[in-house]
């Protein structure tokens, strides 16, 4: 009885694996950067290829998400723009529609719904533009320093790529909800 259950539990995971993949996101620059100290500066084997295990399989789902997710938006689901959304309040929370599946017994959205739902339907892709950064910046955290020069270094190209990130977010502006999009270019402007 308890292992159909866990299969029937696991099974649900893989075949809506949104949650997973939005604490993924979440915890996903924390994972590298630990990945990549366990990497650099190992204290035994053991943790060099825990190490190396943890990186592979960040850039393993970064791949993923690129590939099952922002390459399939046209085919899978599309952004519907809801005729009825009236008022600045509205389009600044909310959004002017939702995102629905193309095939009703697909339910793509809900599977992927953490990964779309928050960007605009030809942006779906930013999401891997936001891991990528995500793992070079956490790279850069543990490049080894032996001087404030080198230090500075390291802090003036984490620098160049939050500028990179605020010029990209301010031009191609990739949020559904107009507040994403100031509150990114805001929060990107104060830390780069």
Not at 4 to 19: D, N, V
Not at 153 to 178: C, D, F, I, N
Not at 179 to 192: H, P, Q, S
């Amino acid at each position: 009885m308890h292992q159909g259950c866990f299969e029937a539990w696991t099974q649900g995971l893989l075949r809506f694996p949104s949650a997973q993949l939005f604490m993924f996101k979440w915890l996903f620059q924390g994972t590298t950067l630990a990945g990549m100290v366990l990497l650099l500066y190992p204290d035994n084997a053991y943790q060099f290829c825990v190490g190396a295990a943890v990186l592979l399989l960040c850039l393993a789902v970064t791949v993923r998400v690129l590939r099952v997710v922002a390459m399939s938006v046209p085919h899978k689901a599309w952004y519907m723009v809801d005729p009825q959304t009236v008022g600045v309040l509205q389009t600044l929370l909310i959004g002017r529609g939702e995102w629905v599946s193309a095939l009703r017994e697909e339910h793509w959205v809900n599977r992927y719904a953490s990964e779309v739902r928050c960007y605009k339907e030809h942006m779906a892709w930013y999401g891997v533009v936001e891991y990528w950064s995500s793992f070079t910046l956490a790279v850069m955290a543990t490049v080894p320093t032996e001087s404030r020069e080198q230090c500075g270094l390291v802090k003036a190209a984490s620098g160049v790529v939050y500028a990179l990130l605020l010029v990209l977010e301010g031009y191609l502006w990739p949020h559904v909800r107009e507040r994403d999009n100031v509150l990114d270019f805001v929060i990107l402007g104060g830390v780069g």
